[in-house]
């Protein structure tokens, strides 16, 4: 399996409690990566550990975009297919023979003509059991040479530059597969052959542990989508999921924000140094920032999570006008649908909706997430609601 730094697991996020301020104080402690991303090209979130090992290993390049959902098998072990790749996770108690959680399947086993893994009945989702031949790759009839591929070899009498033996499998990769294999790490991305090469029509393929390659003449190697081809082997669910609140993937959302330098919006008619009298709640939508005044003093502040693009939190000068410990949200914006229970510490400052209200279900403050509203941390949000009568001004801004 590749040796790779991997971040600790957990099935469930965890919500780490900001500092609220009685003065004036940023801090990137406020700001954590999204755990949860979603995949517009699939329909398909990574998460956790499997998002983390996914980004530390080359992305979309390296193996694809996520394909099914996580899927729990009845030995307690969670597996989620990927384009190019199958994730695992092996619970406390049950782990590999490296000593870790997380396996990088070996798939390309699971291409051998006739194979049928052991775990193949345990997966939810799988319609039913019995091989299947995978879809778009060549199978194997009686003394064929592509089961005769996967017999091992005996090294070659003499050393070639264009030929390398394998004697952990007894194998041997050779021309531009062997270009491909080592570029890319060998045996630490691919693994080690466990075919030799063969055709089928015009197309040479091999078999590696972790996938599969081809090549045709007039074009170079490339990898085949040994995920896809297990998934629709094993029939799994692949429809695209609702994206909700999860963010879109994009490597900027793992970059902490710039340290915001306050800057109070100036409501129209005010004049002196904030201009505003009493208390008052900033919401700057270019930094993801809240900061609440009393005057020209600073309550708290803190960065928040606004609405999404399509689903924009409305700029302007508005003030609280209703307040609700807890609600249960429902509705449908912009054709999605959504049911939150229980959001805590609500303030509506428009009467189409939209509110200041605590989020317990993301830690992603610093981006935009919302359906319009703007998400507060939980702490944040309680001081808040405490703090702000109905009335006070919510002014909103670029």
Known sequence: MPVLALAAFSLLATLIAPIVASAAQ?????????????FPKTGQTLDEVFLDKWREAGGA??????????????????????????????????????????????????LKPGYQPASQKDHE????????????????????PILAAWAPVKAPTKPA?????????????SNGFLTYW???????????PLTQEYAVKDITYQVFEYGQLAWQKGKDPWLVPVGKVLADKYKLDQKPRAQGDVPT?????????????????????????????????????????????????????????????????????????????????????????YNVPDVPWVMYFTDEGHALHGTYWHNNFGNVMSHGCVNLPMDVAEALYAWAPIGTPVVIHY
């Open 125 to 144: 989702a799988t319609k039913k059991e019995g091989f299947t031949s995978p879809k778009g790759l060549p199978t194997a009839d009686k003394a064929d």
């Open 161 to 173: 530059d264009n030929i390398q033996y394998v004697e952990a499998t007894k194998h041997t990769v």
């Open 182 to 192: 080592q570029n890319t790490g060998a045996e630490n991305y691919l693994g080690n």
């Open 26 to 38: 940023t801090s990137d402690s406020d700001w954590s990566a999204p755990r949860t991303v979603f």
């Open 61 to 110: 390049e390296a193996y694809g975009y996520p394909i099914t959902p996580e899927l729990k098998q009845k030995d307690g072990h969670i597996v989620q297919y990927l384009q190019y790749a199958r994730f695992e996770w092996w619970p406390n108690g049950d782990k590999n023979a490296d000593g870790a959680n997380f396996v990088l399947a070996k798939i390309g086993q699971e």
């Open 249 to 337: 993937y994009d490597e900027a959302l793992f970059t902490p924000p710039p340290t915001p330098t306050p800057e109070p919006k100036i409501a129209d008619g005010q004049g002196g140094n904030s201009g505003m009298v009493g208390k008052w709640i900033d919401v700057n939508l270019s930094t993801q920032y809240l900061v609440a005044y009393d005057g020209d003093s600073v309550f708290l502040e803190s960065y928040v999570s606004t609405g999404r693009p399509g689903f924009d939190t409305p700029t302007g000068t508005f003030s609280i006008n209703s307040k609700l410990e807890s609600q249960t949200m429902e509705g449908v914006i912009g054709g999605e649908y």
